[in-house]
């Protein structure tokens, strides 16, 4: 079943709807082992690339049960993990749940819902019938496996929408899970709501006197182009890898290379990778991880299925710092730049 894993976890890993760069996890029980995705790792690459560290169930559980800070510190098999991977971030939410397979992804229709202030009402409409529970912000990692603990209250549910995240589906075998996942993401689909196109020509005019990287596409451009998505981009970071490889919020650039230059440098040491020009199009700080585009891409298609009319949830400045300043997201990011580079991880 490992095997079947590998591949689903490949074809959503390529699937920018569902996953971007290293975000998303994987994970099959199996005799007493948790292989979980690596902590940085890409989906996609996992038919190509060594991709799951095996990990004790029961030693992960009881540190789950008794508090520990790090529930699996000692719980890797290394004996079976010869790369030295570090099992992800979610390995403890991945070991909560009671199903074999469990798939959690940064779906951009969940997300699109997963950010409203109404995110509870929404779900309550979309998804009756499924045995799902809904689970407000929390830092990745043991705070949110306790915060869906909370959220499940011991029932038995097959999908978890984590608040400001992403989606988690759990089934007996990875056909099962599939069919989960495929099932949320129709009910929760929305329309990508058309957006002008932008102007390349000015864009890249613009780019290049700065030192920027244009991004160019009819997901972009919509930030740029539709009032109320630039404000929404430009007032705060929505979920964890917006933040992580995007910085704190789009910063807004005037059609004037000249007045915009200071702009973007106090963007730049602030960690702002994604730049806005109104009527214009994005720019990407060309020093960001790779895959940062791909974040650009997923912020596009998660505000372009939002209503204009609703109301959305920002991380904190508390919430942000927490992320930023975190050694497990250092990790991460530190293998982004690797894989990057051509090196392995």
Known sequence: MLDDLRRLSARIGRDIEQVQAAGGNTSLKDDGLLWVKASGLWLADAEAH?????????????????????PTAGAVVTERNPAGLRPSIE???????????VVHTHSVRTIAVAVRTDAEAELERRLAGLA??????????????????????????DVVVLGNHGLVVGADDVAG????????????DAPLAEAPRGD?????????????????????????????????????????????FLGPRATVLPDDSAKARPIAAA????????????????????????????????????????????RLNALTPEEEAALMNWDAEKYRQGLARARGLGREA
């Not at 060594?50 to 790090?70: H, K, N, Q």
């Not at 809904?134 to 915060?147: I, K, S």
């Not at 109320?228 to 933040?243: M, N, Q, T």
């Open 50 to 70: 060594e991709t799951f560290v095996p990990v004790r169930l029961d030693a992960v559980l009881r540190g789950i049960e008794s508090g520990s800070p790090d």
């Open 91 to 101: 390995t403890t939410l991945h070991a909560l749940l009671p199903h074999r397979v």
């Open 177 to 188: 899970a599939e069919t989960m996942l495929a099932e949320v993401e129709r009910r929760l």
């Open 267 to 310: 963007a730049r040491e602030d960690g702002g990778r994604l730049f806005l020009v109104p009527g214009v199009g994005v720019l990407l700080d060309p020093d960001a991880n790779p895959g940062a585009d791909a974040l650009a891409a997923c912020l596009g298609h998660a505000l372009g299925r939002v209503p204009d009319d609703a």
């Open 200 to 244: 390349g020509e000015a864009l890249r005019r613009v780019g290049a006197a700065l030192g920027l990287k244009p991004l160019e596409g009819h997901v972009l451009d919509g930030l740029a182009t539709v009032p109320p998505r630039l404000e929404r981009a430009a007032a705060g970071s929505y979920y964890p890898d917006h933040l992580v």
């Open 132 to 157: 799902y529970a809904f689970a407000p912000y929390r830092q990745p990692g043991l705070p949110l496996t306790l915060a869906v603990a909370a959220a499940t209250g011991g029932r038995s549910v």
